[in-house]
């Protein structure tokens, strides 16, 4: 898969456009600053604990993707260097499940750009070949768990742990979406 045609502009259901790409080996003051600008309870729902800053190791993390198992797609502004929102897949060994997780610049909340990234992941998750799309959410993450379950997600509870959701949803996506 041509990992550099999964780069483009998108555009929202309000209208907003913004540009997406996968993530750079150079993006680490990008992705560093998007994080400066992500609130704690949305840190907390992004990385499941109490962090309130992202280190360099986390970001190294985010930035050391393969482009087939492991990507993480950034979103930027109309300036073209602004990080908006970041989303992350993992998939697993046989490539069969994947594991989305997204943060978006509070600044940028309410414009559909959480909504268009699931939909851009979805979209190159099944490319890829995945069959099953997943995401842990805290239960305290309504906005979440109710975006997933718009976009056809089902929820139920995480085994081993009262505090989370996982939701999931089985790919292809219909052609509408």
Not at 15 to 21: E, I, K, L, Q
Not at 74 to 99: F, P, Q, Y
Request: with cysteine; charged share 25%; aromatic share 8%.
């Amino acid at each position: 898969m041509n990992i550099q045609s999964w780069s483009g502009d998108l555009t929202t259901r309000t209208g907003f456009t913004f540009h997406v790409r996968p993530i750079r080996s150079n993006d680490e003051p990008a992705l560093a600053e998007l994080f400066t600008h992500v609130t704690p309870d949305d840190l907390r729902f992004r990385f499941l604990s109490g962090l309130n800053s992202i280190g360099h190791n986390r970001l190294a993390a985010l930035i050391d993707v393969d482009h087939r198992q492991k990507e993480n797609f950034l979103a930027l502004a109309e300036d073209g260097t602004t990080a908006i929102a970041t989303a992350m897949l993992a998939c697993d060994d046989a490539m069969e499940t994947g594991e989305v997780a997204i943060s978006i610049r509070s600044d940028y909340k309410g414009r559909g750009v959480s909504w268009k990234l699931l939909e851009h992941v979805a979209h190159f998750a099944e490319a890829a070949g995945v069959k099953t799309l997943q995401s842990i959410e805290s239960y305290a993450n309504h906005a979440a768990i109710e975006l997933e379950r718009d976009m056809g997600f089902t929820a139920r509870p995480y085994p081993g742990d009262a505090t989370l959701v996982l939701v999931e949803r089985k790919l292809p996506l219909p052609v509408d979406a």
